[in-house]
């Protein structure tokens, strides 16, 4: 059964820094565009960003851009969020998601385009 599984979340100080992975199994992660959401309390789920299979290009929001980085190991069906220059704003659970769908750059920021999603890992950024 397909399944995908973040670590890597944890307190941090403003301006620290934190990778994220998400790991699938029971799939190819070549197949599937992948994306990175987060959800804090009270608040909507949120696009962060995300890499469409075959190419991988990246697409982030304006609120980490030059900030995060998304990247993959196909070799490994892993995929990564690199979080640089941390802010309590960004204090979330971070979901990682596969879509084996081709998505248009306006699609990849949609939760509903994504067929699998991982269980959440928290990240805390707080003096």
């Known amino acids: 059964q397909a399944q995908l599984v973040e670590s890597g979340g944890g307190l941090v100080q403003p301006g620290g820094s934190l990778t994220l992975s998400c790991a699938a199994s029971?799939?190819?992660?070549?197949?599937?565009?992948v994306g990175w959401f987060r959800q804090a309390p009270g608040k909507e789920r949120e696009f962060v960003a995300g890499?469409?299979?075959?190419?991988?290009?990246?697409k982030y929001a304006d609120s980490v851009k030059g900030r995060f980085t998304i990247s993959r190991d196909n070799a490994k069906n892993t995929a990564y969020l690199q979080m640089d220059s941390l802010q309590p704003e960004d204090t979330a659970v971070y979901y990682c998601?596969?879509?084996?769908?081709?998505?248009?750059?306006?699609?990849?920021?949609?939760?509903?385009?994504?067929?699998?999603w991982g269980q959440g890992t928290q990240v805390t950024v707080s003096s």
């Open positions: 998601a596969g879509t084996t769908s081709y998505l248009i750059l306006s699609s990849m920021t949609r939760a509903d385009q994504y067929n699998y």
């Open positions: 029971g799939l190819t992660l070549d197949n599937y565009g």
């Open positions: 890499t469409r299979r075959s190419s991988g290009y990246p």
